[in-house]
């Protein structure tokens, strides 16, 4: 359990250099957002359809002369597929309206709204979906994370002199469709394999987001990036996105779920302290207080939300 705890643990570390990385291209190219995440979706599809594909095997290995579920994507019907693209359409949103949130702001508040608010949130809706009433433990995490959110916010109009509540908004945004993504793999899981429900969510995302780019002009200028420049988008699309999915997915296998959920909780630690180290972002006394807020309410709801009486089969959290 140890080994899987630090895997988790390390995916959730190669999650935080996005944001991180991201501030470097944005600062020293006139790359947008949306073009990133889209370019961060196209060079990650070709390995997780490699993944796709050794796990298909793998499944008809495991029943020579059958066809378990999700060992052929012809097996996919309009039900199954369906809350997959929905899956797409969330991520395409979350990708592009996180990342265009560190550009307005910064790396780590960006990532402590957009990624704490989410659980947090889960834990309320999750209740009145399975009929329950949410726990006064719930509650009282969502009304901390609200304060937590609160501090962030007064923290960033102190260390950048102003209210940048365009990417406050933008981070809101991208939570708010972080708990809806979460909700629906979560409660309207098909069984589908996990890097084949990876595969499917990325590619329909990458498809909702390239006529967005080219509309929007995206792809100008992009010619004029430098090796450095590609290099930092290779490493977004391989790195954090790939490995760490792999990282996360190994260590699921041996970790208890209420675990693993807690130790993904330092990924926006990691973002802020990253951020500090190679940005120079600084949360202040009332950023840092309500950041350990927000993280201490997120690992309340984790640990007390409520829980679907029997987990759905292939249940899994594409994370950003």
């Known amino acids: ?143 901390t994370a609200v304060i937590g959110t609160a501090m962030l916010v007064l923290s960033d109009m102190d260390t950048s002199g102003s209210l940048r509540l365009a990417g406050i908004l933008m981070a809101l945004l991208a939570a708010l469709v972080y708990t809806g993504f979460t909700l629906t793999s979560r409660y309207a899981s098909t069984g589908t394999p996990v890097f084949t429900t990876a595969f499917i969510c990325f590619f329909t995302a990458a498809l909702i987001l390239l006529p967005v780019v080219a509309l929007r002009g995206g792809f100008k200028g992009v010619e004029n990036l430098e090796l450095q420049h590609w290099l930092m988008v290779a490493f977004i699309g391989v790195v954090p996105t790939c490995i760490g999915y792999v990282s996360f997915f190994t260590g699921m296998k041996t970790t208890p779920a209420t675990l693993s959920s807690i130790i993904v909780t330092l990924e926006p630690l990691f973002v802020a302290l990253l951020a500090w180290i190679f940005l120079e972002e600084v949360l202040g006394p009332i950023g840092i207080a309500g950041a350990m807020i927000l993280t201490a309410a997120v690992i309340v709801a984790s640990r007390y939300g409520a829980k679907p009486a029997v987990a759905p089969e292939g249940d899994t959290n594409t994370k950003a």
């Not at 029943?63 to 996919?76: D, I, T, V, W, Y």
């Not at 199954?80 to 309206?97: T, V």
Request: proline residues 6%; charged residues 10%.
């Open 1 to 143: 359990m140890i080994r899987g705890a630090l895997l988790i643990a390390l995916a959730a570390l190669l999650w935080a250099t996005t944001g991180i990385v991201a501030k470097f291209l944005f600062t020293g190219t006139e790359l947008q957002a949306t073009t990133l995440a889209f370019l961060r979706l196209a060079v990650a599809l070709p390995f997780f359809w490699l993944l796709m594909r050794r796990e298909q095997r793998q499944l008809q290995n495991a029943h020579p002369g059958a066809k378990p579920p999700g060992s052929s994507l012809r097996q996919l019907d309009l039900k199954s597929f369906a809350p997959l693209a929905a899956l797409g359409l969330f991520q395409a949103i979350y990708q592009g309206s996180y990342l265009l949130a560190v550009d307005l702001t910064g790396a780590g508040i960006a990532t402590l709204i957009a990624l704490c608010l989410p659980p947090v949130l889960v834990a309320i809706l999750a209740a009145p979906l399975l009929g329950e009433k949410p726990g006064l433990l719930t509650i009282m995490a969502l009304i």
